[in-house]
Protein backbone atom coordinates (compact mmCIF):
# COMPACT_ATOMS: atom_id res chain seq x y z
CA UNK A 1 0.00 0.00 0.00
CA UNK A 2 1.40 3.28 -0.65
CA UNK A 3 2.38 5.63 1.59
CA UNK A 4 0.46 9.45 2.15
CA UNK A 5 2.33 11.94 3.41
CA UNK A 6 0.84 13.76 6.19
CA UNK A 7 -0.43 17.11 5.10
CA UNK A 8 1.48 18.75 7.38
CA UNK A 9 4.66 17.68 6.45
CA UNK A 10 3.91 18.76 2.68
CA UNK A 11 3.02 21.94 3.64
CA UNK A 12 6.18 22.33 5.85
CA UNK A 13 8.22 21.20 2.94
CA UNK A 14 6.15 24.25 0.62
CA UNK A 15 6.73 26.65 3.54
CA UNK A 16 10.39 25.55 3.95
CA UNK A 17 10.83 26.09 0.13
CA UNK A 18 9.07 29.50 -0.34
CA UNK A 19 11.03 30.85 2.46
CA UNK A 20 14.34 29.90 1.04
CA UNK A 21 13.22 31.30 -2.32
CA UNK A 22 12.47 34.55 -0.81
CA UNK A 23 15.43 34.60 1.09
CA UNK A 24 17.71 33.70 -2.08
CA UNK A 25 16.48 36.66 -3.97
CA UNK A 26 17.30 38.72 -1.81
CA UNK A 27 20.55 37.12 -0.93
CA UNK A 28 21.46 36.79 -4.50
CA UNK A 29 21.61 40.81 -5.14
CA UNK A 30 24.69 40.79 -2.20
CA UNK A 31 26.46 38.31 -4.12
CA UNK A 32 27.52 37.13 -7.67
CA UNK A 33 25.68 33.74 -8.05
CA UNK A 34 26.20 32.97 -11.56
CA UNK A 35 28.03 34.07 -15.16
CA UNK A 36 26.72 37.77 -15.54
CA UNK A 37 25.66 38.62 -11.95
CA UNK A 38 22.43 38.58 -9.98
CA UNK A 39 20.87 39.86 -12.52
CA UNK A 40 22.42 38.01 -15.17
CA UNK A 41 23.15 41.66 -16.63
CA UNK A 42 26.69 42.05 -15.59
CA UNK A 43 25.81 44.75 -12.99
CA UNK A 44 25.52 44.58 -9.20
CA UNK A 45 22.93 46.90 -7.80
CA UNK A 46 24.68 46.90 -4.65
CA UNK A 47 28.85 46.49 -5.15
CA UNK A 48 30.61 49.34 -4.70
CA UNK A 49 34.37 48.04 -6.24
CA UNK A 50 37.55 49.87 -6.19
CA UNK A 51 37.69 52.45 -9.04
CA UNK A 52 41.82 51.67 -9.19
CA UNK A 53 44.65 49.43 -8.22
CA UNK A 54 47.88 48.85 -9.09
CA UNK A 55 49.79 45.50 -8.64
CA UNK A 56 53.10 47.37 -8.72
CA UNK A 57 52.80 48.78 -5.70
CA UNK A 58 49.99 46.73 -4.16
CA UNK A 59 47.43 49.05 -3.81
CA UNK A 60 43.87 47.91 -4.26
CA UNK A 61 44.56 44.52 -4.06
CA UNK A 62 43.51 42.21 -1.45
CA UNK A 63 44.99 39.15 -1.99
CA UNK A 64 46.28 37.14 -5.07
CA UNK A 65 45.66 33.47 -5.34
CA UNK A 66 47.34 31.32 -7.65
CA UNK A 67 45.03 28.61 -9.39
CA UNK A 68 46.48 25.60 -10.80
CA UNK A 69 45.28 24.22 -14.39
CA UNK A 70 43.46 26.66 -16.61
CA UNK A 71 40.36 28.02 -17.68
CA UNK A 72 38.42 31.00 -18.16
CA UNK A 73 35.18 30.76 -16.12
CA UNK A 74 34.70 33.78 -14.23
CA UNK A 75 34.62 33.46 -9.88
CA UNK A 76 31.11 33.06 -8.51
CA UNK A 77 30.77 34.65 -4.94
CA UNK A 78 28.24 33.61 -2.14
CA UNK A 79 28.54 34.68 1.38
CA UNK A 80 32.44 34.30 2.32
CA UNK A 81 32.51 31.55 -0.22
CA UNK A 82 34.13 32.28 -3.81
CA UNK A 83 34.13 29.65 -6.30
CA UNK A 84 36.05 28.72 -8.95
CA UNK A 85 36.86 25.88 -11.61
CA UNK A 86 39.83 24.63 -13.17
CA UNK A 87 41.06 22.00 -15.86
CA UNK A 88 44.48 20.39 -14.73
CA UNK A 89 46.69 18.64 -17.05
CA UNK A 90 48.25 15.78 -15.75
CA UNK A 91 51.63 14.01 -16.48
CA UNK A 92 49.40 10.64 -17.20
CA UNK A 93 49.23 9.96 -20.91
CA UNK A 94 47.60 7.24 -22.65
CA UNK A 95 48.32 6.15 -26.48
CA UNK A 96 45.84 6.64 -28.61
CA UNK A 97 44.49 4.25 -30.99
CA UNK A 98 44.26 5.65 -34.87
CA UNK A 99 40.92 6.32 -35.78
CA UNK A 100 38.56 4.12 -37.37
CA UNK A 101 37.25 4.87 -41.09
CA UNK A 102 34.12 5.40 -40.95
CA UNK A 103 31.31 3.78 -43.72
CA UNK A 104 30.49 6.42 -46.33
CA UNK A 105 26.54 6.16 -45.26
CA UNK A 106 27.52 6.96 -41.74
CA UNK A 107 29.99 10.10 -42.67
CA UNK A 108 26.79 11.53 -44.87
CA UNK A 109 24.61 11.56 -41.59
CA UNK A 110 27.44 13.63 -39.30
CA UNK A 111 28.27 17.09 -40.06
CA UNK A 112 31.36 17.92 -41.40
CA UNK A 113 34.54 18.97 -39.17
CA UNK A 114 37.07 21.27 -40.04
CA UNK A 115 39.94 22.08 -37.93
CA UNK A 116 41.42 25.52 -38.52
CA UNK A 117 44.51 25.32 -35.97
CA UNK A 118 45.59 22.08 -36.07
CA UNK A 119 43.90 20.94 -33.14
CA UNK A 120 44.86 17.78 -32.21
CA UNK A 121 43.26 15.27 -29.34
CA UNK A 122 45.17 15.25 -26.06
CA UNK A 123 46.90 12.19 -24.38
CA UNK A 124 47.21 13.14 -20.79
CA UNK A 125 44.99 13.15 -18.54
CA UNK A 126 43.19 16.67 -17.16
CA UNK A 127 41.77 16.80 -13.47
CA UNK A 128 38.28 19.02 -13.65
CA UNK A 129 38.61 20.57 -10.48
CA UNK A 130 36.28 22.54 -7.96
CA UNK A 131 38.17 25.08 -5.61
CA UNK A 132 36.51 26.72 -3.02
CA UNK A 133 38.29 29.92 -1.23
CA UNK A 134 37.76 31.65 2.02
CA UNK A 135 36.67 35.41 0.48
CA UNK A 136 39.06 36.79 3.30
CA UNK A 137 42.02 35.50 2.75
CA UNK A 138 41.90 33.59 -0.92
CA UNK A 139 43.01 30.61 1.06
CA UNK A 140 41.11 27.32 0.03
CA UNK A 141 38.71 26.20 1.61
CA UNK A 142 38.30 22.76 -0.46
CA UNK A 143 39.43 20.95 -2.97
CA UNK A 144 37.08 18.47 -5.14
CA UNK A 145 38.40 16.51 -8.35
CA UNK A 146 34.86 16.55 -10.40
CA UNK A 147 36.27 13.95 -12.63
CA UNK A 148 39.73 12.60 -14.28
CA UNK A 149 39.79 11.61 -17.63
CA UNK A 150 41.63 11.55 -21.10
CA UNK A 151 39.33 14.67 -23.24
CA UNK A 152 37.95 13.21 -26.14
CA UNK A 153 38.75 16.48 -28.72
CA UNK A 154 41.21 19.42 -28.02
CA UNK A 155 40.38 22.85 -28.30
CA UNK A 156 41.28 26.47 -29.40
CA UNK A 157 44.66 27.79 -28.68
CA UNK A 158 42.69 30.36 -26.31
CA UNK A 159 39.91 28.00 -25.31
CA UNK A 160 40.55 25.65 -22.57
CA UNK A 161 38.23 22.85 -20.51
CA UNK A 162 37.26 24.75 -17.99
CA UNK A 163 35.27 27.92 -19.41
CA UNK A 164 31.92 27.52 -17.91
CA UNK A 165 31.59 28.98 -14.73
CA UNK A 166 29.58 27.27 -11.98
CA UNK A 167 26.19 28.74 -10.28
CA UNK A 168 24.52 28.54 -6.92
CA UNK A 169 21.34 28.12 -5.31
CA UNK A 170 22.85 29.45 -1.92
CA UNK A 171 22.85 25.88 -0.57
CA UNK A 172 24.30 24.32 -3.69
CA UNK A 173 27.02 24.38 -6.13
CA UNK A 174 26.90 23.45 -9.77
CA UNK A 175 29.21 22.89 -12.06
CA UNK A 176 29.46 21.93 -15.62
CA UNK A 177 32.57 20.66 -17.35
CA UNK A 178 30.77 19.45 -19.99
CA UNK A 179 31.39 16.46 -21.95
CA UNK A 180 33.39 15.75 -18.64
CA UNK A 181 30.27 15.60 -16.77
CA UNK A 182 27.29 17.95 -14.85
CA UNK A 183 28.06 18.28 -10.50
CA UNK A 184 26.33 18.88 -7.52
CA UNK A 185 28.14 20.03 -4.36
CA UNK A 186 27.21 20.67 -1.05
CA UNK A 187 28.84 24.14 0.66
CA UNK A 188 31.29 21.46 2.71
CA UNK A 189 32.48 20.03 -0.51
CA UNK A 190 30.21 16.79 -0.67
CA UNK A 191 29.53 15.85 -3.91
CA UNK A 192 25.14 15.14 -4.09
CA UNK A 193 25.24 14.17 -7.45
CA UNK A 194 27.00 14.03 -11.09
CA UNK A 195 25.61 13.87 -14.52
CA UNK A 196 27.11 12.51 -17.76
CA UNK A 197 25.64 13.92 -20.89
CA UNK A 198 27.71 12.35 -23.87
CA UNK A 199 30.38 13.74 -25.56
CA UNK A 200 29.99 17.21 -27.41
CA UNK A 201 31.88 17.58 -31.03
CA UNK A 202 32.19 21.44 -30.92
CA UNK A 203 32.77 23.37 -34.44
CA UNK A 204 36.56 22.69 -35.74
CA UNK A 205 37.35 21.57 -31.82
CA UNK A 206 36.91 24.47 -30.10
CA UNK A 207 35.99 23.51 -27.02
CA UNK A 208 32.80 24.16 -24.79
CA UNK A 209 31.82 26.93 -23.08
CA UNK A 210 28.17 27.49 -22.22
CA UNK A 211 27.35 27.55 -18.18
CA UNK A 212 24.44 26.18 -16.38
CA UNK A 213 21.81 28.41 -15.27
CA UNK A 214 20.23 27.44 -12.48
CA UNK A 215 15.66 28.85 -11.64
CA UNK A 216 13.98 27.48 -8.65
CA UNK A 217 14.24 23.86 -8.36
CA UNK A 218 15.60 23.67 -12.11
CA UNK A 219 19.11 23.37 -13.92
CA UNK A 220 19.02 24.68 -17.59
CA UNK A 221 21.66 22.99 -19.47
CA UNK A 222 22.03 23.78 -22.98
CA UNK A 223 23.39 21.09 -25.88
CA UNK A 224 24.22 22.83 -29.29
CA UNK A 225 26.85 21.32 -30.72
CA UNK A 226 28.05 19.59 -34.22
CA UNK A 227 25.95 16.01 -33.13
CA UNK A 228 22.48 15.84 -31.84
CA UNK A 229 21.75 18.97 -30.16
CA UNK A 230 19.59 19.87 -26.98
CA UNK A 231 18.24 21.56 -24.25
CA UNK A 232 17.59 20.21 -20.92
CA UNK A 233 16.12 20.81 -18.01
CA UNK A 234 17.53 18.68 -14.62
CA UNK A 235 16.05 18.53 -11.07
CA UNK A 236 18.28 20.55 -9.23
CA UNK A 237 18.19 18.00 -6.50
CA UNK A 238 18.58 14.94 -7.81
CA UNK A 239 20.00 15.57 -11.35
CA UNK A 240 17.44 13.83 -13.23
CA UNK A 241 15.90 14.98 -16.48
CA UNK A 242 12.62 16.81 -15.72
CA UNK A 243 12.23 17.19 -19.96
CA UNK A 244 14.53 17.58 -22.87
CA UNK A 245 14.11 18.99 -26.42
CA UNK A 246 15.68 18.16 -29.86
CA UNK A 247 17.48 21.68 -30.80
CA UNK A 248 18.39 22.01 -35.21
CA UNK A 249 21.50 23.72 -34.20
CA UNK A 250 25.29 23.35 -34.34
CA UNK A 251 27.83 24.59 -31.98
CA UNK A 252 26.96 27.38 -29.72
CA UNK A 253 28.82 28.95 -26.54
CA UNK A 254 25.85 31.37 -25.59
CA UNK A 255 24.85 30.84 -22.26
CA UNK A 256 21.18 30.65 -21.65
CA UNK A 257 18.81 33.20 -19.98
CA UNK A 258 15.94 32.64 -17.93
CA UNK A 259 13.51 34.47 -17.62
CA UNK A 260 9.56 36.27 -16.79
CA UNK A 261 7.33 37.39 -19.74
CA UNK A 262 4.67 36.86 -21.53
CA UNK A 263 3.02 35.05 -18.79
CA UNK A 264 5.55 32.68 -18.36
CA UNK A 265 9.12 31.65 -17.32
CA UNK A 266 11.08 31.48 -20.82
CA UNK A 267 14.71 30.18 -21.67
CA UNK A 268 16.23 32.29 -24.06
CA UNK A 269 18.72 30.64 -26.17
CA UNK A 270 21.01 32.65 -28.35
CA UNK A 271 22.21 30.52 -31.60
CA UNK A 272 23.87 30.87 -35.02
CA UNK A 273 21.66 32.03 -37.67
CA UNK A 274 18.37 32.10 -35.17
CA UNK A 275 17.54 33.02 -31.58
CA UNK A 276 14.58 30.78 -29.42
CA UNK A 277 12.70 31.04 -26.37
CA UNK A 278 11.35 27.69 -24.29
CA UNK A 279 8.68 27.33 -21.60
CA UNK A 280 10.53 26.02 -18.68
CA UNK A 281 8.08 24.07 -17.01
CA UNK A 282 7.60 21.81 -20.14
CA UNK A 283 9.88 22.83 -23.20
CA UNK A 284 7.01 24.00 -25.16
CA UNK A 285 8.89 26.48 -28.22
CA UNK A 286 7.67 29.80 -27.36
CA UNK A 287 9.02 31.97 -30.49
CA UNK A 288 11.81 32.35 -32.41
CA UNK A 289 13.80 34.81 -34.22
CA UNK A 290 16.45 34.52 -37.21
CA UNK A 291 19.05 37.01 -38.22
CA UNK A 292 21.77 36.31 -35.58
CA UNK A 293 25.44 35.57 -37.64
CA UNK A 294 27.89 32.70 -36.59
CA UNK A 295 29.46 31.18 -33.59
CA UNK A 296 27.15 32.90 -31.28
CA UNK A 297 28.29 33.84 -27.81
CA UNK A 298 27.20 36.62 -26.26
CA UNK A 299 24.23 36.49 -23.98
CA UNK A 300 20.75 37.72 -24.16
CA UNK A 301 19.50 40.50 -21.44
CA UNK A 302 16.21 41.75 -20.73
CA UNK A 303 14.44 44.66 -19.94
CA UNK A 304 10.96 45.90 -19.21
CA UNK A 305 9.68 42.86 -21.14
CA UNK A 306 12.21 43.21 -24.45
CA UNK A 307 14.60 41.12 -24.98
CA UNK A 308 18.50 42.10 -25.91
CA UNK A 309 20.26 39.44 -28.22
CA UNK A 310 23.76 40.30 -30.34
CA UNK A 311 26.41 38.04 -32.37
CA UNK A 312 29.61 39.54 -34.61
CA UNK A 313 31.57 37.12 -35.63
CA UNK A 314 31.51 37.63 -39.93
CA UNK A 315 28.55 39.60 -39.47
CA UNK A 316 26.92 41.51 -36.94
CA UNK A 317 23.14 41.34 -35.56
CA UNK A 318 21.84 42.73 -32.62
CA UNK A 319 17.84 41.95 -32.23
CA UNK A 320 15.29 43.46 -29.59
CA UNK A 321 12.45 40.99 -29.52
CA UNK A 322 8.96 41.58 -26.90
CA UNK A 323 9.18 38.28 -24.18
CA UNK A 324 5.13 37.84 -25.51
CA UNK A 325 5.92 37.29 -29.07
CA UNK A 326 4.89 33.59 -30.47
CA UNK A 327 6.06 31.38 -33.27
CA UNK A 328 8.02 32.97 -35.69
CA UNK A 329 8.63 36.33 -35.78
CA UNK A 330 11.29 36.81 -37.95
CA UNK A 331 11.88 39.90 -40.40
CA UNK A 332 8.28 40.32 -38.97
CA UNK A 333 6.87 43.87 -37.41
CA UNK A 334 7.02 42.23 -33.64
CA UNK A 335 10.62 42.93 -32.99
CA UNK A 336 10.93 45.79 -31.23
CA UNK A 337 14.12 46.96 -33.71
CA UNK A 338 17.16 45.60 -34.82
CA UNK A 339 20.54 47.14 -35.95
CA UNK A 340 23.93 45.98 -37.51
CA UNK A 341 27.95 46.87 -36.72
CA UNK A 342 29.87 46.64 -34.06
CA UNK A 343 28.41 43.95 -32.17
CA UNK A 344 30.74 41.62 -30.32
CA UNK A 345 31.81 38.10 -31.02
CA UNK A 346 33.07 36.54 -27.64
CA UNK A 347 32.07 39.30 -24.59
CA UNK A 348 28.51 39.61 -23.78
CA UNK A 349 27.31 42.87 -23.20
CA UNK A 350 26.19 44.86 -20.33
CA UNK A 351 22.50 46.29 -19.51
CA UNK A 352 23.20 49.08 -17.19
CA UNK A 353 19.26 50.66 -16.63
CA UNK A 354 18.25 51.37 -19.96
CA UNK A 355 21.55 51.17 -21.48
CA UNK A 356 23.65 48.57 -23.65
CA UNK A 357 26.97 48.58 -23.01
CA UNK A 358 29.22 46.56 -25.89
CA UNK A 359 32.38 46.16 -27.44
CA UNK A 360 32.63 45.38 -31.81
CA UNK A 361 33.84 41.97 -32.25
CA UNK A 362 36.88 41.36 -29.79
CA UNK A 363 38.51 44.99 -29.96
CA UNK A 364 38.18 48.04 -27.42
CA UNK A 365 35.63 49.40 -29.45
CA UNK A 366 32.81 50.80 -27.50
CA UNK A 367 28.88 51.19 -28.31
CA UNK A 368 26.67 52.30 -25.98
CA UNK A 369 22.78 52.39 -27.02
CA UNK A 370 19.63 53.23 -25.59
CA UNK A 371 17.93 49.97 -24.83
CA UNK A 372 14.53 51.14 -25.41
CA UNK A 373 14.97 53.11 -28.44
CA UNK A 374 18.04 51.41 -30.52
CA UNK A 375 19.75 54.87 -30.86
CA UNK A 376 23.35 55.22 -30.56
CA UNK A 377 25.11 57.13 -27.92
CA UNK A 378 28.69 56.62 -28.34
CA UNK A 379 31.10 55.05 -30.58
CA UNK A 380 34.02 55.48 -29.40
CA UNK A 381 37.54 53.43 -28.70
CA UNK A 382 38.69 52.70 -25.38
CA UNK A 383 42.37 54.09 -25.07
CA UNK A 384 44.57 51.46 -23.26
CA UNK A 385 42.66 48.34 -24.36
CA UNK A 386 43.21 46.23 -27.24
CA UNK A 387 42.03 42.91 -27.87
CA UNK A 388 38.84 42.07 -25.21
CA UNK A 389 37.48 38.53 -24.08
CA UNK A 390 35.83 39.48 -20.52
CA UNK A 391 32.73 40.74 -20.76
CA UNK A 392 31.85 44.94 -19.15
CA UNK A 393 30.48 44.99 -15.42
CA UNK A 394 28.96 47.56 -13.63
CA UNK A 395 28.43 48.95 -10.52
CA UNK A 396 27.74 52.22 -8.25
CA UNK A 397 27.61 54.85 -11.81
CA UNK A 398 30.82 52.71 -12.88
CA UNK A 399 31.74 50.29 -15.57
CA UNK A 400 34.63 47.86 -16.20
CA UNK A 401 36.63 46.80 -19.41
CA UNK A 402 39.36 44.55 -19.29
CA UNK A 403 41.62 43.91 -21.76
CA UNK A 404 43.14 40.12 -22.91
CA UNK A 405 46.88 41.93 -21.33
CA UNK A 406 44.97 42.35 -17.96
CA UNK A 407 44.24 46.62 -18.46
CA UNK A 408 41.12 47.47 -17.51
CA UNK A 409 39.53 50.89 -18.33
CA UNK A 410 36.71 52.12 -15.84
CA UNK A 411 34.28 54.58 -16.94
CA UNK A 412 31.20 56.72 -15.75
CA UNK A 413 27.99 55.44 -16.57
CA UNK A 414 25.91 57.61 -18.78
CA UNK A 415 24.87 58.46 -21.95
CA UNK A 416 28.77 59.55 -23.17
CA UNK A 417 31.69 58.63 -22.48
CA UNK A 418 33.69 59.87 -19.50
CA UNK A 419 37.04 57.83 -18.48
CA UNK A 420 37.08 57.56 -14.75
CA UNK A 421 40.55 55.24 -14.50
CA UNK A 422 43.21 52.92 -16.84
CA UNK A 423 44.80 50.09 -14.53
CA UNK A 424 46.89 47.37 -15.04
CA UNK A 425 46.81 43.73 -13.51
CA UNK A 426 50.65 41.60 -14.61
CA UNK A 427 48.97 38.66 -16.53
CA UNK A 428 46.11 37.40 -19.06
CA UNK A 429 42.86 37.83 -18.30
CA UNK A 430 40.08 36.46 -20.57
CA UNK A 431 38.03 35.51 -17.49
CA UNK A 432 34.73 38.55 -16.65
CA UNK A 433 34.68 39.95 -13.48
CA UNK A 434 32.52 39.44 -10.47
CA UNK A 435 31.32 42.36 -7.94
CA UNK A 436 30.93 41.53 -4.37
CA UNK A 437 29.86 44.23 -1.74
CA UNK A 438 33.57 46.52 -2.03
CA UNK A 439 35.61 43.51 -3.88
CA UNK A 440 35.82 42.84 -7.51
CA UNK A 441 37.36 39.50 -8.54
CA UNK A 442 39.27 38.88 -10.89
CA UNK A 443 40.65 36.03 -12.77
CA UNK A 444 44.20 35.88 -14.00
CA UNK A 445 45.89 33.46 -16.51
CA UNK A 446 47.88 32.13 -13.43
CA UNK A 447 45.93 33.91 -10.32
CA UNK A 448 42.84 35.10 -8.42
CA UNK A 449 42.83 38.50 -7.54
CA UNK A 450 40.64 39.77 -4.87
CA UNK A 451 40.74 43.98 -5.07
CA UNK A 452 39.28 46.00 -3.02
CA UNK A 453 38.15 49.17 -2.24
CA UNK A 454 39.11 50.99 0.77
Same mark, same amino acid.
Given at each position: ???????? *?????????????????? /????? %?????????????????????????????????? +????????? @???????????? +??????????? @? /??? !??????????????????????????????? $??????????????????????????????????????????????????????????? &?? !?????????????????? @?????????? #? %????????????????? #???????????????????????????? *???????????????? =???? =?????????????????? *??????????? +????????????????? &? *?????????????????????????????????????????????????? $?????????? +????????????????? &????????????? $? /???????????? #???????? =?????? /???
Amino acid at each position: MKKIMPLS *IVLGLVFAATVHAADFMQ /EKLHA %WHQWRGPLATGVSPTANPPLAWDESTGAGIRWKA +AIPGRGSAS @PIVWGDNVFIVT +AVKTDRTIELP @P /EPE !KPAEEKKDQPARVNIYGIKRPTNFYQFVILC $LDRATGKVRWRQIANEEVPHEGHHPDHGYASASPTTDGQYLYASFGSHGIFCYDFAGQL &KW !KRDLGDMMTYASFGEGTS @PVIHGDKLVV #N %WDHQGESFLTVLDARTG #NDVWRVPRDQGTTWATPLVVEGGGRTQI *IVNATKRTRSYDLATG =ELVW =ECGGQVASAIPCPVTLDG *IVFCMTGFRGS +ALYAIPLDAKGDVTDTD &K *ISWHKQGGTPYVPSPMLYDDLLYFTGSNSAALSIMDAKTGDALVKERLQG $LKNVYASPVG +AAGRVYFTGRDGASVVI &KHGRSLEVLATNK $L /EEPIDASAALVG #NQMFQRGQ =EHLYCL /EAK
